[in-house]
């Protein structure tokens, strides 16, 4: 305990540093009477613009050079006794040990040092000098084994997020499986009341196609196609939307062909089955004659297959060996998504090359695969992107990809209503103008989010930045804050879309880095038709350090 509280005495309150002669040498204030090291006191007084106040009391030193302040010898002369006690006594001639011999490996005090090495030829140093030495080894050697350790981390949850990006895009190519197999047994039902020439080599064009899409996609993920719909999106290949279309167009050769309805995957996912499961009835037939209904039922020549009006996904079909046409006896297609800590479930696409995750919600269809959101959450570094999915009418304009400048709260506060973490997220919300429309520093205002009881724009946390550091020259691209200040409009938000050189916004965390071009259209339509962010998510980088592209005419600002 004796020795103890001698070190605290020798230690500056500030660093906790024992005292030594030089920067770190003790140095007394005047006026209140405390002991700090001259590094600390320098360093205290540049971060209070110049002011010297004490750490301890907080007793201000007005007019108090910092190089006139006297040096306790009597503290550092005892400090550095201390030290010496610290190297330990030498067990045969009782002194302290003070030198290093660097052949023998060992200690020495003052009569080691003239009895036995100095004659001998020994290389000799101070203590001192040696434990100098072996702390710059010890902060050289952890350093790179730091900065190997995070090399390491990276490289494992590089290969984390590729198995996750591999799922993610095995799901999509199981939905573009799916969606072919009903395509086939589309065709082949067709097929069967056509009595034309041309409707049948329409139907083996299309089948055709449709094998070659078939055999692509078994070696590379099929491009796939956004289908936008209001407060919907479908995903298809391409192959598949212009086959539905050529189909279409093959119907019109014949009247007596049958008249298809879809519905769609969502919706038939919802249609109760007799034993209480879900039941996927994907493909619903509307027959015009008696004779094209029992064609339709009759199994269908050199294909092997029956075919009902209503087959659930999975269910095997009359007089085929156990499977319908595409199904495996696995659950199909299959689902990634993420779970939150709430048990809420987010999208998961691979798109571009890039995990993209989509806003929570509270329902999911079946999930085949499911990733925890802290994973995800942890890959988040401190320059989160976001996307801005924003349409008309249900017509997708684009995707806006958004920089965050996430050492700002403001900007987590943006994130966390684009993922929406906190239960409500900008998904559905409305652009409810243009401030300065066709003017210098026009910009597309947004930020009304849904909730279970309405739109809000109440704040989500506390403590959001306003002014100061964050004012900017208004320049395109840049996301800022529109409320003011007032904690109950700070999600609102506006987007730069026109500069204005020499004037400023109050309050910027974030620049658009893609899709500027969407929010010019954006900005056409706003006045006269509802522009909605038809969805919202954020972009999981590669690594917890790794951006996934480069930043060429925006670059990121930072306080």
Known sequence: ME???MEEELTCSVCSEIYSAGSREPVVLPLCGH???RQCVHGVTEARDGVLQCPTCRTPHPHTPLHHLPTVYALLNLSETYRRSERGVCNEHGSPLEFWCRGCQKSLCGHCLLDAHLQDGHTVVLATVFIEERKRDIQSLGTQLVQGIQTRTDSVIGGLVDLVKEIARGTEVSRVLSSSAQMVERILTDTAGLHSIDSVLVSS?????????????STSPAPLEETPEKGNRKTRCIS???LETSLEMSRQVSVSEAEWQETSLDEAEQTPHPDGQKQNTTWQTSVTSSQETNTSQEILEGGGVSRSNSTSEGEAVEGSDGAAVGVPKTPWPLRCCVLSSDNRTGELRTEQDRLHLHALKDNCATTHFVIHMSLLESLINEKPEVFLDIGVDGKILGRVYILLYGHLRRAQHFLALCLGTFGPSYRDSKFHGVVKPGAPGETLAGGKYVTPEGLSVQGLMEDLEWGGKCIREK???LVVGASGGKPELDA?????TREDRGKKFACVFGEVVRGIEVLHDAVKHVRTRDVTVVDVGVVIPNSRRHLNYELTSYQPYML
């Open 492 to 496: 609102f938000f506006h987007i730069c």
């Open 35 to 37: 002991t700090f090291c």
């Open 3 to 5: 020795r103890r509280s």
């Open 240 to 242: 598949c939307s212009l």
């Open 475 to 477: 320049t395109v691209g």
């Open 205 to 217: 064009t299309l089948m055709e196609s449709l094998q070659t899409e078939v055999q692509r996609i």
